[in-house]
């Protein structure tokens, strides 16, 4: 199920809650829920204060139920910009044309911005208090962002690829700074406000090789 179905229309609240329920059935809760171990065991009760999985010094004015939500929005996030990631080192070993050279170098430029993104997406969640994905496996499951294996396009549909990638993180950042707001997490507001203007730079980018006729 997809977030972000029309390019110009919103996210709203009540999408993103279905989009994660059906990634995460009550059944088979991700690991890292607060409250759970890295194992996914429960944790035993816990107090007011912050026993157990909660970090004990994360006495940060956010309670649980607060900080629960962003940490969702924070892996959903991760697992996508784990795969624009993969998908940008692809496009640098398998670009083919006349211009090889400027974009074999140029999304060289491009994955190595989006590995500091996918570094600092994974570490607001820990600072959160809650787990960061940490599997391909798991990457691959909550992405929203697509990878099609086997096929290789040219040069043209490449940027293409990426430009509508990027503009769909956009769109979806705009409602999960929303999210942060709600739930005054003023901190991942700002994070992801500063993560929505990296890829609204790097869609620009994008954007401009494609006026290009050449390509
Ligand atoms: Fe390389």
């Known amino acids: 199920m997809g977030t972000t179905s029309g390019r110009d229309e919103p996210v709203s609240e009540e999408i993103i809650d279905a989009t994660l329920a059906d990634s995460f059935p009550a059944s088979d809760p991700p690991f890292w829920t607060l409250g759970r171990d890295r194992y996914g065991r429960q944790e035993p009760a816990k107090s007011n204060d912050t026993e157990g999985f909660t970090m004990k010094n994360a006495n940060i ?26 998908k940008t080192r692809n496009y640098h070993w398998n670009v083919l044309g006349p211009q090889f050279n400027d974009l074999h170098k140029f999304f060289e430029e491009q994955y190595t911005e989006l590995n500091v993104v996918v570094d600092d997406v994974a570490e607001r969640a820990r600072a959160l208090g809650g787990w960061a994905f940490g599997t391909l496996q798991e990457f691959v499951q909550h992405a929203r962002l ?48 500063g993560l929505m203007e990296k890829h609204e730079k790097m869609a620009w980018m994008l954007r401009s090789f494609l006026q290009a006729e050449s390509v």
């Open 61 to 86: 004015g956010l309670s649980d139920e607060q900080r629960t939500p962003v940490v969702k929005i924070l892996n959903m996030l991760l697992s996508d910009e784990y795969v624009l990631y993969t």
């Open 146 to 193: 697509k990878e099609v294996p086997g096929q290789y396009p040219n040069a043209r549909d490449m940027i293409a690829n990426l430009l509508a990638d990027h503009e769909t993180l956009v769109r979806q950042l705009r409602a999960d700074l929303e999210t942060a707001e709600k739930h005054h997490d003023m901190g991942t507001n700002d994070f992801l406000t």
